[in-house]
């Protein structure tokens, strides 16, 4: 098959006498698949989902040449991710190109307007590219954004006014396709004026780009985008009239004086135009698309309205599961290959990065929509890399913002009976209707005006695991020893709660109180129906053990952060050795039970005060027999650990968790066992508070996004990320846990967390960026 110079391929790429003769021609005579061939991104099953469109794609054939668009498209996320990553065998030089190109009469319209749309951040390659972003990009950091909230607060709030009190809507008409549009609008200093015309100007822009308009609708659509761009060069004249204005346009034209060749006067003309779409388009969708998503999931959606501090995750899920970009392009500069398929320099690609985001090999149960999901913030839906969308923080603002309004004055709305439609083409995905109703009369603030002083705080950047609560009931709370309490939490709708693994916790959250405290299960893990913990009343205690004996009881509803889990155990353990002492039988129970499920050759070292102050003893007796043993100090019982690990065993692993002191003794009995050989849990960071008299502030490399930072002595690697509008995830920020593991490319890390093993550490290839620093504050690469 040759293909037309309408999609500027001359012929099939494709390698004809590499396919048998067994190899299915599809309809065009290309021996490519049935479903490369059909693969239409203009047709309506794309539009309505494009990642179950593709899904045939992501287990069969990830990447794949069609056709019929002239593209590779690429379907899974690891595949989708490397493209990103390496901006220079993949340009973004055809970002903005028209997928569908122009007839000579719609080019002879464009041309009488003087169009001349060139390179903007979006679809520049290096070096160009780099120089500008990093002089841009301070307007977008989280610290900045912050003076937009008020903005988007009364936003939100005048619209929502506008028909509270009307039952009924069509968000997209009546507020989340004008309000992102102001907000864009202010964040680039653009006058308010003129907004009806810049919104037919930025569809026109989109349809011109992304879709397919036949030869009549490419005119009209000529004509809207000849306005739009003679429109924005009159807005930008007018600008440079009052440069000190706070919008980033006038950033720009500021820095234009003293870096006149990076920002070019053309540059600014086509980022004007680019921006009013990027920060529009994007955030209007994206706003529709998560309240639909939610609204279709009312169980989702009462727990937002329930608890505002689930919002900034919910809001990641919303773009995992139905992000506004549904798929970018790139073009192969030299021969390559992306995961099993061999590409041709000069083929055009296009990243369904939809598809990636429901990839299940990346994101467990990828189809469900789960508003805790823990890796929800990676998702593709920004991009990734150097050219990651500058403007998602300004997004999540938004998306939080919104939502938390109407979660606050309308939870009691609902999707409407309806058809969603969505504008044919690639990219932009989100509902043109979104129709909600509700009763008037159930408003909340009718008796509760009150509620609309009540703000959530803003989260900015990657949104931490550790906001990420949920509701319990106690369905029993018993004495199991004199100052042990065990709770059995059940789910308050009777659905089950998360799976978890052996050596997992929980937080606790007491009341208001403003404390949590980690507690590890020891209920069995297959057991979805409920969750046990048990809990020690510390006589030190500050708070937590106090406060959990003394307050809860059976039938109460407390919130509770996990399961989460920082004591694997490890898959291939041939043989463990589980050392207890006291209330840390609580983890070391569930590993034990696991390993007698999974026929491990184990023994459990049980050592307490007294056994009747040893929690759980019936219970591990009956189920372990003569593999438990029991070391009961009032019974002249101790364990000795250097007979008990007097013969180091390569194929035994030692699992322990008690008191620093067992600990420590268990650390000097196993010098000579083999690295890794013996695993604890820890309870508390070995970290004291950041010394900046004692650090050296040091430099980092982030290869991925073409960035260098300083993180100075009184900052954490993980906040110079942040501060930067680097996506990191955190929880403990202790170096407990691992979530904010980063990749090091090189440099020398001065490792200051438990997460890692000693030969981990020695490897040197990654570091928990919320403790570790570079050795003697030299300069660190990392793969970001
Ligand atoms: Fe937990 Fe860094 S955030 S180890």
Redo the contacts with the bound molecule.
């Keep these: 098959m040759n293909q037309t110079a309408k999609t500027g391929v001359s012929r099939c790429p494709i390698d004809h006498s590499a396919f048998s003769n067994n190899k299915p021609l599809s309809a065009n005579g290309c021996p490519v698949s049935a479903g490369a061939a059909a693969f239409d991104p203009f047709s309506n099953d794309y539009q309505q989902s494009p990642p179950d469109y593709v899904r045939w794609a992501r287990e069969e054939e990830p990447v794949f040449y069609s056709p019929k668009l002239g593209y590779w498209i690429v379907t899974r996320y690891d595949d989708v991710k490397a493209v990103f990553r390496d901006n220079k065998t993949f340009s973004p030089s055809i970002a903005l190109e028209k997928i569908t190109p122009n007839s000579d009469e719609a080019n002879a319209v464009l041309a009488s307007y003087d169009y001349g749309m060139s390179r903007t951040l979006v679809n520049e390659d290096e070096p160009a590219h780099m120089a500008r972003r990093r002089l841009l990009i301070e307007p977008f950091t989280p610290e900045a954004l912050k003076q937009h909230e008020p903005l988007v607060r009364k936003l939100a709030r005048q619209y929502v006014d506008k028909f509270i009190n009307d039952g009924k809507a069509d968000l997209v008409n009546q507020m989340l396709w004008e309000a992102p549009l102001v907000v864009g609008l202010h964040f680039l200093g653009v006058p308010e004026e003129d907004m009806d015309l810049l919104r037919q100007y930025s569809i026109a822009h989109t349809v011109n780009t992304w879709g397919r308009p036949g030869p009549e609708e490419q005119i009209k659509v000529a004509h809207a985008v000849g306005n739009f761009w003679q429109l924005s060069g009159k807005i930008l004249e007018k600008m440079r009239q009052n440069p000190e204005g706070g919008g980033w346009m006038q950033y720009g034209i500021r820095l234009q004086k003293d870096h006149p060749e990076v920002i070019t006067d053309s540059y600014l003309h086509s980022m004007m135009m680019a921006g009013i779409v990027a920060g529009h388009e994007t955030t209007a969708h994206g706003t529709a698309n998560a309240i639909k998503i939610l609204l279709q999931h009312p169980d989702a959606w009462r727990e937002i309205c329930e608890d505002p501090a689930l919002i900034p995750n919910a809001v990641e899920e919303c773009l995992r599961h139905n992000g506004s970009i549904a798929a970018w392009r790139r073009l192969a500069t030299c021969d390559t290959r992306i995961g099993e398929v061999d590409i041709p320099a000069g083929a055009k690609l296009l990243m369904v990065s939809s598809s990636a985001n429901h990839d299940d090999r990346k994101f467990e149960e990828a189809g469900t929509f789960d508003i805790r999901r823990e890796n929800a913030s990676e998702q593709l839906t920004f991009g990734y890399g150097s050219h990651q969308c500058m403007g998602k923080n300004l997004a999540r603002m938004e998306l939080q913002i919104f939502l938390e309004e109407f979660t606050r004055r309308l939870p009691h709305m609902k999707l409407s009976e309806q058809t969603f439609s969505y504008l044919p083409n690639t990219s932009f995905r989100g509902p043109e209707h979104l129709l909600v109703e509700w009763d008037p009369a159930q408003n909340p603030e009718r008796t509760n005006p009150g509620i609309l002083d009540l703000h959530a705080p803003l989260r900015l950047g990657e949104p931490s695991a550790s906001a990420i609560s949920r509701p319990v009931v106690v369905e029993q709370a018993i004495l199991v020893t004199d100052d042990t309490l065990k709770l059995r939490l059940v789910s308050p709708d009777g659905k089950p709660l998360p799976r978890w693994t052996p050596g997992a916790h929980i937080d606790i959250e007491c009341g208001d109180t403003g404390i949590s405290r980690q507690y590890s299960l020891c209920s069995d893990p297959a057991d979805t129906g409920h969750l046990e913990i048990a809990i020690l009343k510390d006589p030190e205690s500050r708070g937590g053990s106090a406060w959990i004996h003394d307050n809860i009881k059976q039938g109460d509803r407390i919130q509770i952060r996990g399961p989460r889990n920082?004591f694997r155990m490890d898959p291939d353990v041939k043989k463990m050795i589980l050392v207890a002492g006291g209330i840390g039988i609580t983890p070391i129970s569930a590993m034990a039970r696991e390993a007698k499920l999974r026929g491990i050759d184990y023994e459990i070292h049980y050592s307490g005060r007294s056994r009747s102050s040893m929690a759980l003893l019936e219970e591990l007796s009956a189920l372990h027999g003569d593999r438990l043993k029991v070391y009961a100090r009032d019974e002249g019982n101790r364990n000795d650990f250097a007979t008990l690990l007097a013969k180091p065993d390569p194929d035994t692993q030692i699992y322990a968790c008690g008191p620093t002191r067992m600990l420590d003794g268990l650390q000097q009995c196993c010098e000579t066992w083999p690295e890794d050989a013996l695993r604890m849990e820890h309870f508390h960071s070995v970290l004291g508070a950041l010394d900046p008299s004692k650090e050296n502030a040091f430099e980092v490399e982030l290869k991925d996004s073409g960035l260098t930072l300083t993180v100075a002595a009184d900052q954490t690697l993980?906040q110079a990320l942040q501060g930067a509008n680097i996506d990191v995830?955190?929880?403990?920020?202790?170096?407990?846990?691992?979530?904010?593991?980063v990749n090091v490319v090189q440099g020398e890390v001065d490792h200051r967390?438990v997460?890692l093993t000693r030969s981990e550490k020695e490897l040197n290839n990654k570091m928990?960026?919320?403790?570790s620093r570079s050795v003697a504050g030299k300069k660190l690469v990392l793969a970001l």
């Design positions: 920082h993980l995830q955190s929880d403990c920020c202790e170096g407990l846990c691992g979530s904010c593991e967390d997460v928990m960026s919320c403790c």
